[in-house]
């Protein structure tokens, strides 16, 4: 899977990114850098400046190694860094937090748990459960489900009716586990993982 894409030519080794020679063959959806003061040019016109090398909030641009060599190494890290920090973001979280939550907006969450079709769920060790479905991700803290009588149950078994689609810590450190540690390990986007990699 892929985290940006970067346009280029140069050859460009990174399995989290898409090289591409050109701007028709990006993913859409993702940050992307464009390499070299003259194919931006090309692409934008008037409407890039040299002194400014974010076009918008998704697009980049810097300047290839023979035009400005430490710009394009310096440029290259910050864009992968930047896409690394931001993977995910698009993605709502919602937690249910029967502690402090409102009752109504708890309901809503456990009635909108129960009903969602084919989820992809991740169980960490410490009994947190991230749920992903319909583009958006639901956080369950089982430790605190303890203490309310029903709740939990209804969890549980939900959760054994999707048993395949229910992935513990070993199951995905070993299928993909460079890419959580690359985006800081941010756990509750686990499942939104597992299911691009599952539809590619």
């Known amino acids: 899977m892929y985290i940006g894409n970067i ?11 898409r090289v591409c020679l050109s701007m028709d063959v990006i993913d859409e959806t993702l940050p992307t850098l464009i390499v070299g003061w003259k194919r931006v040019k090309e692409i934008y016109g008037d409407n890039v400046s040299i002194l400014h090398k974010k076009i918008n909030e998704r697009t980049y641009w810097t300047f290839n190694k023979k035009e400005r060599k430490i710009d ?3 440029d290259i890290e910050s864009f992968k860094e930047f896409c690394i920090d931001s993977f995910g973001e698009n993605i709502p979280y919602v937690f249910l937090d029967v502690l402090y939550g409102k009752r109504r907006v708890n309901y809503r969450i456990i009635r909108k748990l129960l009903s ?7 169980i960490d060790e410490n009994g947190m459960v991230y749920i992903f479905s319909e583009n958006i991700i639901f956080g369950i803290d089982l430790n605190i489900l303890e203490f309310f009588t029903g709740i939990k149950d209804k969890v549980i078994k939900k959760l054994k009716n999707i048993k395949n689609n229910v992935f513990t810590n070993n199951e995905i450190f070993n299928n993909n586990g460079s890419l959580l540690i690359k985006v800081k390990n941010k756990k509750r986007l686990t499942p939104y993982i597992m299911n691009i990699l599952n539809n590619e």
């Open 7 to 17: 346009v280029t030519d140069t050859p460009i080794k990174d399995s989290d990114f």
């Open 72 to 74: 394009f190494e310096k």
């Open 116 to 122: 969602l079709k084919n989820p992809i769920t991740y």
